[in-house]
């Protein structure tokens, strides 16, 4: 019989630990994870790929739970980990910064977050295509950290670009394209909305 240490042990009770979190229950995700997170690093080490990604779903936990410090502290390592084990353009490197980008911008450090989500955009443009899902996932990112710093006509433009290609690649139909498209309308209201504001009669 399997012991509580063991990999396969481990492995299971980081995919349940992902499953609550997924359906919303981010604190029994956090008591799961953080005794994972401890095992694989003394087992395993702290760079190997299943200690990389136990320390990306804790952080992603911390996150939807509002810890965003801790989040925060999780990602930036996991950043700095992966560009020396796997190099700066690895896809899983890029994943994890998108994932920091994320969290700053949860965390109101929206300078951060975009000069980081424009960093994995300009990276996977240049290595996978402006067309690609990831790139364009990037795209709505960075549209999304503008509108939240109110840069709202940057985040039309971004909007729009990211609508445009998830049209052509998944189709008009697709919920990530429904999703930008949903948030393209919202952000041009705000910006209507200013408009009218500053044209006011006083």
Do not use: W
Request: net charge neutral; hydrophobic share 40%; aromatic share 4%.
């Amino acid at each position: 019989m399997l012991g509580p240490d063991d990999p396969l042990t481990l492995a299971f009770r980081n995919d349940l630990a992902a499953a609550l979190h997924r359906a919303g229950r981010a604190e029994e995700a956090i008591a799961l994870l953080e005794p994972v997170l401890a095992e694989r690093e003394q087992l395993l080490g702290p760079e190997h790929p299943d200690t990389l990604a136990s320390r990306n779903d804790l952080a992603a936990a911390f996150a939807r739970s509002g810890r965003l410090a801790e989040a925060i502290e999780l990602h930036e390592r996991n950043v700095a980990d992966l560009d020396r084990v796997l190099g700066s353009d690895h896809p899983t490197t890029l994943t994890a910064r998108g994932n920091l980008a994320a969290a700053y911008g949860r965390a109101d450090r929206l300078t951060e977050a975009i000069a980081l989500h424009e960093q994995t955009l300009a990276d996977r443009e240049r290595l996978l295509g402006p067309d690609h899902p990831t790139t364009l996932t990037s795209c709505n990112n960075l549209a999304g950290a503008y509108a939240r710093a109110g840069r709202l006509r940057e985040s039309i433009d971004y909007y729009k670009r990211a609508l445009a290609g998830r049209k052509r690649v998944l189709g008009t139909d697709h919920p990530a394209t429904r999703a930008s498209r949903d948030a393209l309308a919202h952000v041009r209201d705000r910006r209507h909305a200013t408009f009218l504001t500053f044209r006011r009669p006083r």
